[in-house]
């Protein structure tokens, strides 16, 4: 296993943030190991949810997990869909700023596969949908900045509070 680099969008592989991931079609080892490596990097990070270009790796897979809800999932798609809630997220590839008023889903359904092929169908609601519909922008090359209502709602963080561990409450932020 190993820690990868999370570029950020000033790092000179920056641009593969902007670009829409390509579609996995071969689950193999290569594969696993890439998803043993997110699960690595995020959890260094520390975040709750990491997706391959954020590690320079342009292939349509995600990582996320938010107090007992996980999964890794391949070629993700949201089939479902509802309701709207607005929350504060953060970024692993936007150190400093966080974005408040975020609108998404508050319920999603997500069907994949997960990393060894098998097909997987995922309903989740509140937080870890949040960070599901945040990873599954990245791998359209959308971030959550083109998400703002008001500019003024990307607020600037300072590096000590950044730096701490997520509290597990529905006022915290996510950073994925
Ligand atoms: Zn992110």
New binding site residues.
Partial sequence: MAIRKIITLDHPKGHMLREKAKKVTQFDAGLERLVRDMWETMRDAPGVGLAAP?IAVPLRVLVAEYENERCALVNPEIIKAEGEVKGTEG???IPGYVGENIRRAEKVVVKGRNEKGTPVKIAAEGWFARVLQ?EID?LNGILYTDRLDDPKDLVEVPPEEEGEELAPTPASTIK?
């Fill in positions: 954020q970024c692993l590839s945040h990245h994925g």
